[in-house]
């Protein structure tokens, strides 16, 4: 549906995609001409616990990141995310307090952001198809 | 406003683009970090602002609506004045929301009559009446009130739902040009 409403939209005007999505929706979307989006996935996810990293994405609650001290993605540019580690935040979650959940918005926002940024430079590069073919693999990770 | 695309991708349609607006300017491709009611969940605006560099966030009509409601955010001068933050502010036309949270909804063809997911009051929104209220809210972007087809639906009620879109698009851009910037 993307694909062929962008080949029907005018070309000077933004396009919007209401509620879209997921890193991997952001990439294939932008390929097919969209330029604006919104979704409530980055800070919904981060309050149950779902982080997108730059490796791929991660369920901090789980049992195997409770000894695991490093940072939560020490690509990130959300310092919080490069200064506390995985076991730190996990162990906000496990016990529910409320810094867990901030520092997972602010990191999966981060991420996001920083996503479209990357997509702007490859464009303006010239290497956006090759790397959005590189960036799909890494971001359907389950790490 | 205006949009300039700056430059487009070799294969496929990508394109990377500057809106320019009088609050500032938005680089595209853009990810709109959601604020709903004001805020976006669990950080504050110096987050937004300083660590995140977000260059627009999004409110929501329909969620502002109820509450606070119009009258406390024009007290205010305003949502970006209410919630501090001098960035642009997009809000949806709350279309979407009176499908999803909404539990009683009789749309005409002269709007929509649905039920707070609040306290059940009844409320009745037309295509003037969104574009006013996103007045009083004071977004830099407003959107079209839409109606919102269920998934999946037959061919024949999305053809005419796309119609009356359509047609409350045309009532929105009138209302829009009859009115003025409140602040």
Redesign the interface.
């Known amino acids: 549906m993307t694909d062929i409403s962008?080949d029907h939209l005018p070309?000077?005007?933004?396009r919007y995609l209401?509620?879209v999505g997921t890193p991997v929706n952001?990439l294939e979307s932008?390929?097919?001409?969209?330029?604006?989006?919104?979704?409530?996935l980055?800070?919904r996810n981060?309050?149950h616990g779902m982080v997108y990293t730059s490796e791929g994405i991660i369920n901090i609650k789980n049992a195997k990141w409770a000894n695991d001290h490093n940072p939560l993605d020490s690509n990130s540019p959300?310092?919080f995310s490069r200064e506390h580690s995985r076991a730190y935040i996990r162990h906000l979650f496990h016990t529910g307090e409320?810094l867990g959940?901030?520092i997972a918005?602010?990191q999966n926002?981060?991420f996001?952001?920083w996503?479209?940024r990357e997509?702007?430079k490859k464009?303006?590069a010239?290497e956006?198809?090759d790397w959005k073919k590189e960036m799909v693999s890494v971001l359907n990770n389950r790490l | 406003m205006k949009f300039t695309i700056t430059s487009k991708a070799d294969s496929g349609k990508a394109r990377s683009g500057l809106i320019q607006t009088s609050r500032g300017e938005i680089p595209t491709p853009v990810f709109m970090p959601v604020g709903t009611l004001g805020t976006v969940k669990g950080l504050n605006q110096h987050m937004l602002r300083d660590l995140l560099d977000a260059p627009v966030i999004l409110g929501n009509t329909y969620h502002l609506y109820l509450r606070p409601g119009t009258g406390i955010i024009e007290e205010a001068g305003g949502l970006h004045k209410f919630i501090n933050w001098d960035r642009h502010i997009l809000t949806d036309s709350g279309g979407y929301q009176v499908y999803s949270l909404s539990g009683m909804r009789k749309i005409t063809e002269e709007g929509v009559k649905f039920r707070s997911h609040i306290d059940g009051s009844s409320h009745f929104f037309t295509p003037e009446g969104v574009v006013d209220i996103q007045r009083s809210i004071g977004a830099d972007f407003i959107m079209a009130f839409d109606e919102c087809p269920p998934y999946p639906a037959e061919r024949k009620y999305v053809n005419d739902s796309m119609h009356l879109t359509h047609r409350w698009l045309d009532r929105c851009v009138e209302q829009f040009q009859k009115g003025k910037h409140h602040y």
């Open positions: 962008t070309l000077e005007k933004p209401m509620g952001l932008i390929d097919r001409g969209v330029d604006m989006f919104d979704c409530v980055p800070t981060a309050r959300s310092p409320f959940p901030q918005s602010l926002l981060s996001f952001l996503l479209v997509a702007r464009i303006k010239g956006f198809p």
